[in-house]
């Protein structure tokens, strides 16, 4: 297959445009107040005892603009020695699976991230990154790009979701064509699913995508119409739930979703400010969540995964965190606050927990991708 490329070096939009609801800001002005709760941890498995871990590891994508030299790239840049830090990992009692790391550069080149807002894990332990600029990335472990390409079309929006099926192929809600793109690894356009529209099976904004073992779709969207659709293995629709509101099933820009162990579906309801779980015929089966700062509520959830304990793993757009909950909604721990250090954020939209429980999370407005390692033992 001929190597795919991209299709535009830079692209035209400034950095100060922000996609974001009008009050998403508000709670997170005061930056030197909030998440005392968020504080860089490790947590161990059956104690509520947080271990500070001051550690920070960095790496540059390789692949990357070899000429910038702002200091804010420079920051970045700068390497740390590998055996040191995992010497300082071991005595701060923090896991030591897996380095935890930044990396990424702001630019659109290739290896480079603009607003990343999906990453996921290949079967081969690489990484796929879909960010603002319609392109889909692979990168090793480390963050070397490894290749990457663009979505047909442009210039209406940019996609917002991503998934990895069975297969190992590479799922994306195509969000303002209305459709799911199903692509080999390689970056082989395989498979369309929807058109724009309201009825069955055609989409208005498909925000996210997720198979579940039996090779089934099921997709979140908003704008006019706010609905989950299920889909089978072909691609077929196969039934629709939800509507625009704030009573429990009902949702208002739904933005994430994922499975659960059991394989019930878990969506990050934005814009209500909660997480809702529903099992595969419609029926709601958990509504949680209020609107705040502290431990327990939420500010715009954008995505939501979850982990072999049944925990659930949400990115808060409005609270710049990482919280994790129980099934039924008890918050077990915060992660972050606004700013550019490890476990710090900037308006994060996508959460994925590895199969070895290591968390990443797609740091958006600091174009970046943060590996928080593994959070519970």
């Known amino acids: 297959m001929a ?14 445009s922000r996609s974001r609801p009008a009050t998403a800001g508000a709670a997170v002005r005061d930056r030197r107040s909030v998440f005392v709760t968020g504080s860089t941890a490790c947590v161990r498995k059956g104690s509520a005892t947080k271990i500070p871990c001051m550690h920070r590891l960095r790496f540059r994508a390789r692949g990357s603009n070899p000429t910038d030299r702002s200091p804010d790239s420079a920051a970045r840049g700068h390497s740390r ?27 659109t080149w290739k290896g480079a991230l603009f607003h990343p807002r999906a990453v996921e894990s290949l079967r081969d332990g690489s990484w796929v990154v879909l960010d603002r600029t319609n392109r889909v990335q692979v990168f090793s472990s480390t963050g070397e790009f490894l290749r990457g390409w663009n979505t047909p079309e442009t210039g209406r929006g940019n996609p917002r979701g991503l998934d990895v099926d069975r297969s190992g192929n590479i799922l994306v809600a195509d969000t303002h064509y209305s459709r799911v793109l199903r692509y080999s690894p390689q970056g082989e356009l395989l498979q369309t699913i929807g058109r724009p529209g309201t009825g069955e099976g055609e989409f208005s904004l498909v925000t996210d995508v997720v198979e579940d073992a039996s090779g089934c779709l099921t997709t979140v969207e908003y704008g006019d119409r706010v609905r989950v659709q ?8 196969v039934r629709t739930w939800g509507r625009m509101g704030d009573a429990p099933g009902e949702l208002r820009r739904p933005q994430g979703i994922c499975l659960s162990p059991e394989g019930d579906v878990v969506v990050a309801d934005s814009v209500n400010h909660r997480i809702q779980i529903f099992d595969t015929e419609g029926n709601l089966l958990e509504c949680w969540g209020t609107e705040g700062r502290g431990p327990g509520e939420l500010a715009y959830p954008y995505d939501v995964a979850t982990d072999r304990a049944g925990r659930v793993y949400v990115v808060e757009f409005g609270n710049y965190r990482l919280q994790v909950f129980t099934r039924k909604g008890e918050s077990l721990l915060c992660v972050g606050g606004p700013g550019r250090e490890y476990r710090e954020f900037d308006e994060p939209w996508g959460v994925t927990v590895l199969e070895d429980g290591q968390v990443l999370v797609a740091d958006t407005r600091n174009h970046r ?5 593994v959070l519970f033992h």
């Open 3 to 16: 190597e795919i490329g991209f299709e535009n070096d830079m692209i035209g939009e400034s950095d100060n």
């Open 81 to 107: 020695p590998l055996a040191l830090v995992a010497v300082f990992l071991l005595l701060s009692g923090c896991d030591t699976t897996g380095f935890e790391k930044i990396w990424g550069d702001k630019g």
């Open 230 to 237: 299920r889909f089978d293995a072909e691609g077929r629709f």
């Open 369 to 373: 991708i943060q590996n928080l390692g």
